[in-house]
């Protein structure tokens, strides 16, 4: 998951495109995608993009037990949600996937660690305090490595993947909602390849 350094969050309204997205986000050098509970197609987009040779599919936007149950009987291998809930991380952890929960604060980052984690989403990191605020965690919270999303874009990716405590970034900016309505693969492909040039310098 951590590989490339990037994990696209995804919003997928229709399950059709799934396979070409994971295809595309592939041909770019992306072999991972988090697909977002944020609407009804997300199980089955899962379900056909896990079906891509190479793919490693994940749930995004998890916000309780029963859609960690969901995602993993769609094919789900690790799970994302926006903020921490420990009924959330243990239902992933008794499931056997992984679990990337949201933790911005030193209590959030510390409940996380109560629960067995050391990874964990920085969201959203535009308005939390950017790089800085990673640098800042960093001096209490070794041991701690965060996925920061919120804000990510090519430019400003250099700046999080350059810090020591920072495993990936996250975003939608490669797979935006109009490539999807105009089935603009080639645009994901493009950005997609631009995204893992530009993380592969930063992280030098
Ligand atoms: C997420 O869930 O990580 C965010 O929706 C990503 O935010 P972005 O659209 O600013 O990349």
Redesign the pocket.
């Known amino acids: 998951m951590l590989t490339a350094g990037i994990v696209p969050?995804v919003v997928l309204e229709d399950h059709a495109l799934a396979a070409d997205l994971g295809r595309a986000l592939l041909a770019g050098g992306i072999p991972v995608a988090?697909v977002?509970f944020r609407t009804d197609a997300a199980a089955r987009s899962i379900e056909e993009m896990s079906q891509v040779d190479g793919m490693l599919v994940g749930a995004?936007?998890v916000v309780s037990p029963e859609q960690v149950d969901a995602a993993v009987d769609a094919g789900a291998r690790f799970i994302?949600s926006?903020g921490l809930l420990p009924s959330v991380v243990r239902r992933a952890q008794e499931r056997g996937v992984a679990i990337v929960p949201g933790a911005v604060t030193p209590s959030e980052i510390m409940t996380a660690l109560s629960l067995g984690l050391d990874t964990v989403?920085f969201?959203?990191a535009?308005v939390y305090g950017g790089p800085s605020a990673l640098g800042a965690l960093g001096a209490p919270f070794r041991q701690v490595k965060f996925i920061p999303?919120?804000?990510?874009s090519l430019d400003n990716l250099p700046d999080y993947l350059g810090l020591p405590n920072v495993a990936a970034v996250?975003?939608?900016?490669m797979v935006k909602p109009e490539f999807l309505a105009n089935r603009d693969f080639d645009q994901v492909t493009e950005l997609s390849r631009a995204a893992v040039a530009a993380a592969a310098a930063a992280r030098k």
């Open positions: 969050v988090e977002t995004g936007t994302v926006p989403k969201f959203p535009n999303t919120g804000g990510v996250g975003g939608t900016w």
